[in-house]
């Protein structure tokens, strides 16, 4: 059995340009407005669309450096087994 996974890579750097499209939203911040009496209220909302941003770009970078560390793992695991199934074939 073969499996294709040929396609991490792409996975994964689609990722990482998720994260990092994210974090560039944050780096220069819209001013907040005077909204009167509803300003706490919408600068505790603001801070909490910024925390559940920060989540994903860290949810997004965690899950492509997995992606890249799966690939790799799968890549040496597959040619311990070549190395091993020649070595076989030769004794």
Do not use: F
């Amino acid at each position: 059995m073969t499996i294709d996974i040929g396609d991490l890579n792409a996975v994964a750097k689609l990722l990482a340009t998720g994260a990092m499209g994210i974090d560039e939203l944050g780096s220069d911040p819209a001013p907040i407005p005077d909204a009167g009496a509803a300003t706490p209220l919408l600068v505790e909302a603001l801070g909490s669309i910024a925390s559940a941003l920060d989540a994903a770009v860290r949810s997004l970078t965690g899950a492509a450096d997995a992606t890249q560390d799966s690939l790799r793992a799968y890549q040496d695991a597959e040619s311990h087994t070549a190395q091993e199934i020649a070595k076989a074939g030769e004794g």
